[in-house]
């Protein structure tokens, strides 16, 4: 709904006149971080309370009552300058109220909309603190568990290497033995023939 069309409303909702000016002052007073002019949307909250007003007025006539109501908000039409003025402050009354708590009911929305955002704009920072510092955490331990493993097999290679040699050195020194095992047989054997041919 536009500004034009929710001045309209109110005008044929209460019977006072309110011009479009009028109502664009006060939504640039309630709204001063927004920009209005006369062909702007106004906030769906506000057309929301401004029809609901309507309704409200419209349901409150009796039927049965042959003469209209002054603005429809209750009063009886004015017989009199005394009660034309009556009703004119009471049904300019009636618009402020309106459009007070139709403006109420707009920044109340705007408010919790705002919260919303806020809160979801510190969870997404925490969200993200977060998994930067479980990131960061498991990037350290990865490098520590690769350092830990690299020197672990080192380690073992460097076992596995002296033990070989140390198995070859042994292996050396059993065939040397073997060997000498072999000489000494041999001789005892040469000594046992030489014995025997002398016979």
Known sequence: MKIREAAELIQLTT???????QLLVELQTRFPNMEF????????????????????????????QPKPSAGGMGMGLAKTSAEAITNTKA????ITECIREALEDAELVLAIQQGFRDALVIEDAYQTAKNQAL??????RSAAVEQEVERLRA??????????????????????????SRQLLQQVKDDLSNLISLL
């Open 37 to 64: 002019t006369l062909d702007s949307d106004v906030p769906e909250e506000f057309v929301e309370r401004t029809e609901a007003l309507a309704n409200k007025v419209k349901d409150s006539k009796p039927n049965d």
């Open 15 to 21: 019977g006072q006149e309110l011009k479009p000016k």
């Open 91 to 94: 049904t300019a009354l009636s």
């Open 135 to 140: 990131g960061a955490m498991v990037d350290s």
């Open 155 to 180: 380690e073992n290679e460097a076992f596995l290497i002296d033990r070989a040699a140390r198995e070859q050195e042994r292996l050396g020194e059993w065939v040397r033995r073997r060997e000498a």
